[in-house]
């Protein structure tokens, strides 16, 4: 048994969990001055104000003053795994270039595919691990980690194999959610989206799902990748098989895939950039969590999805890094969770719940997300004065990682 006293702030986000992290005020963070926390291995005894700690757990309580203790950040959306990189891409893209003419050269989500089949798997593990230890750097103790830049089947199995690797590795330190995305892209090779999924992604899941190592399945539904008949396909599939669906749905285009999402009872829908006001409405009445990714809008010069629409309508809204090699190379999720919500016109609570307690709710972890007693004691412990100053000082490291 563990107490901690004298927290600056004790940001508990328990009327956040009231509300089912939707429709949101400030007041929602639900902060105790002055706090007092009481918590085991597996659970939270105890929270309140220090000057109000029962007696029974006062004995060997740890001293906190000037430190700010949150529900624990989750980083509901990565690509951490991957080969190589597109340094030279992103420069000529700010020269002028057109993603498409990239494309076109070879570049894209294909480029890092061909580095990554390169690698080794030592290689892939060793640079994933690197990666990891970045983000927990910065405060973040879960992590999604997405396949996906393998796309054949030979290395997609190797990827969901070096993620549960990570998983194992990390575990409980850091938790790690294993999603499946060989629907990331259609490889060349491939005549249509139908042939590569019944030829490489659905043999693979059936491989995979026998040996419990993967979370979710997750496809890239949008004009000339995977269409709403493969989302279908492989979804319908993933069910029978008990495993939760994501999807990244309405980025380029509005093609109905938050309400494909729904329709699904997928985890999230992610980006949603172009995402129409029958997308909300079917958000906003299920559990389908909306994942915003900010930081690809900024990285690839985009508009940024419509946030507040989707807050007003009643979506329940996660904010994530995409961190990735192509489209957001900025491993960051609280930097860009700051930017962007001024952009984005977000209260402290919607920011703040949208990368813990919706977060979480991303990735099917519904006891955790609230600092109250009874949820599991995953928390962020940051070195300041209180939460405005950490989302005040864009890209300074707060973070404590260990005590």
């Known amino acids: 048994m563990k107490t901690y006293v004298h927290l600056n702030q004790l940001v508990t986000l328990e009327g956040a969990l009231k509300k089912d992290g939707r429709r949101l005020v400030p007041a929602d963070l639900s902060i105790i001055e002055d706090g007092a926390i009481v918590f085991d291995d597996e659970r939270i005894v ?51 270039v057109s993603y498409e003419e990239i494309a076109k050269r070879g570049g894209g989500i294909l480029l890092t595919m061909t580095q990554t089949n390169k690698a080794t798997t030592e290689e892939l593990f060793n640079s994933a691990c690197a990666r990891i230890e970045r983000l927990h750097s910065y405060g973040i103790g879960t992590i999604e980690i997405k396949s996906g830049y393998g796309l054949n089947f030979e ?23 294993n999603t499946y995305l060989a629907a990331h892209d259609v490889p060349r090779t491939f005549s249509s989206s139908s042939q590569y999924l019944k030829e490489v992604v659905l043999p693979l899941l059936e491989k995979l799902a026998p040996m419990k190592v993967i979370d979710a399945v997750d496809i890239f539904h949008e004009k000339n990748y995977f269409t709403a008949e493969d989302t279908d396909l492989l979804f319908s599939r993933a069910k029978q098989l008990g495993i939760a669906r994501k999807i990244h749905a309405d980025e380029l285009n509005d093609n109905d ?3 494909l999402a729904v329709k699904h ?13 029958s997308g909300i409405a079917a958000l906003a009445n299920s559990k389908t969590v909306a994942t915003l990714l900010p930081g690809t809008a900024f990285f690839l010069g985009k508009p940024l999805a419509p946030a507040r629409t989707i807050l007003d309508g009643g979506a329940k809204v996660s904010i994530a890094s995409d961190y990735n090699p192509g489209s957001c190379h900025c491993d960051n999720l609280l930097l860009i ?60 490291n707060f973070a404590v990682t260990t005590l």
């Open 46 to 96: 105890w929270t309140g104000k220090s000057s109000e700690l029962p007696a029974e757990y006062q004995k060997n309580s740890i001293d906190m003053k000037g430190h700010v203790l949150t529900p624990e950040m989750v980083d509901s959306h990565t690509h951490i795994v991957f080969g190589g990189d597109r340094a030279q891409e992103y420069a000529d893209r700010l020269n002028g």
């Open 155 to 177: 290395k997609e199995y190797e990827v969901s194999l070096v993620i549960d690797r990570l998983k194992k590795k990390y575990q409980p330190k850091i938790q790690i959610f």
């Open 257 to 259: 895939g938050a309400k």
């Open 337 to 396: 969770a700051s930017i962007a919500s001024a952009q984005m016109k977000l209260n402290q609570a919607e920011l703040w719940t949208g990368i813990t307690l919706n977060a979480a709710a991303a990735l099917a972890l519904p006891n955790q997300g609230a600092l109250l007693p009874g949820m599991r004691p995953r928390f962020s412990i940051f070195k300041t004065e209180s939460l405005s100053h950490i989302t005040y000082n864009w890209g300074k």
């Open 265 to 277: 009872e997928a985890l999230s829908a992610d980006h949603l950039l172009k995402i129409s006001a």
